[in-house]
T-cell receptor, first 114, second 111 residues
Framework: GENVEQHPSTLSVQEGDSAVIKCTYSDSASNYFPWYKQELGKRPQLIIDIRSNVGEKKDQRIAVTLNKTAKHFSLHITETQPEDSAVYFCAARSVKAAGNKLTFGGGTRVLVKP | DTGVSQDPRHKITKRGQNVTFRCDPISEHNRLYWYRQTLGQGPEFLTYFQNEAQLEKSRLLSDRFSAERPKGSFSTLEIQRTEQGDSAMYLC?????????FGAGTRLSVL
C-alpha cells in the first residue's frame, strides 16, 4: 500500500520568513495530494491540493510543488504569520485506493515566532 | 455549522467497556470515512462507506470495531471491549468528489 513520509517533524521560523515542508510517497499510482492544517483541538482543514497532471499550484502565500518522477511534493509558505502556527499534514491518494482513501504523513508542527 | 459533526467530542471509559461514536456528514455527501489519529501522528484510515455500503476496511479495524451507515447518512463507530491502546482521536470525514472534509473528532480515553 501507499506510504507517505513527511519532514521535518517540527519547524520553527521567524515571522516573515518562509517555511518548507517536504513529503515523499511510495505508490506511483498516486494522483492527488492534499495538504491539511490542524490547529490545536480543531479539525484538519484543507489548505491546498494538487493533482498529478500539474507541477505547481499557488494560492496567495502558500504553494505546492510536485515531482512525479522523484515521487515527492512540497508545501511552501511565504511571509509566515503567527496564525500559520499549526500542524500540517500532507496526504496522497492512489487510483488503486477504494473511494479516495487518503494516506497521511506524520505531520509537521510549525511554530512562527513573532 | 453545516460541516461534519461528531458526537461526543470527548469520551472517557474504563477498559472493557463498549463505546459508540456518531458522525453526521455534510448533507448529500455520499462518501464517509473514519480515521484514527494518535498523538503526534497523522490520521490513519479505518474504513470507508459509499452511501450505506461499507466498501473497505483497514487491517487496523480489528473485530472489536464495527461501523455502520444504515441509511447512507449518519454513521456510527462502535468499539467493543475497549483496550488502553484504543485511546486516540477518531475522525470522521465526508466527500462528494475528491475533497474530504473532516469533523472535529471524538477523543477517546480508555482508563
Amino acid at each position: 500500500g501507499e506510504n507517505v513520509e513527511q519532514h521535518p517533524s517540527t519547524l520553527s521560523v521567524q515571522e516573515g520568513d518562509s517555511a518548507v515542508i517536504k513529503c515523499t510517497y511510495s505508490d506511483s499510482a498516486s494522483n492527488y495530494f492534499p495538504w491539511y492544517k490542524q490547529e490545536l483541538g480543531k479539525r484538519p482543514q484543507l489548505i491546498i491540493d494538487i493533482r498529478s497532471n500539474v507541477g505547481e499550484k499557488k494560492d496567495q502565500r502558500i504553494a505546492v510543488t510536485l515531482n512525479k518522477t522523484a515521487k515527492h511534493f512540497s508545501l511552501h509558505i511565504t511571509e509566515t504569520q503567527p496564525e500559520d502556527s499549526a500542524v500540517y499534514f500532507c496526504a496522497a491518494r492512489s487510483v488503486k485506493a477504494a473511494g479516495n482513501k487518503l494516506t497521511f504523513g506524520g505531520g509537521t508542527r510549525v511554530l512562527v515566532k513573532p | 455549522d453545516t460541516g461534519v459533526s461528531q458526537d461526543p467530542r470527548h469520551k472517557i471509559t474504563k477498559r472493557g467497556q463498549n463505546v459508540t461514536f456518531r458522525c453526521d456528514p455534510i448533507s448529500e455527501h455520499n462518501r464517509l470515512y473514519w480515521y484514527r489519529q494518535t498523538l503526534g501522528q497523522g490520521p490513519e484510515f479505518l474504513t470507508y462507506f459509499q452511501n450505506e455500503a461499507q466498501l473497505e476496511k483497514s487491517r487496523l479495524l480489528s473485530d472489536r470495531f464495527s461501523a455502520e451507515r444504515p441509511k447512507g447518512s449518519f454513521s456510527t463507530l462502535e468499539i467493543q471491549r475497549t483496550e488502553q491502546g484504543d485511546s486516540a482521536m477518531y475522525l470522521c470525514a465526508s466527500s462528494l468528489k475528491n475533497i474530504q472534509y473532516f469533523g472535529a473528532g471524538t477523543r477517546l480515553s480508555v482508563l
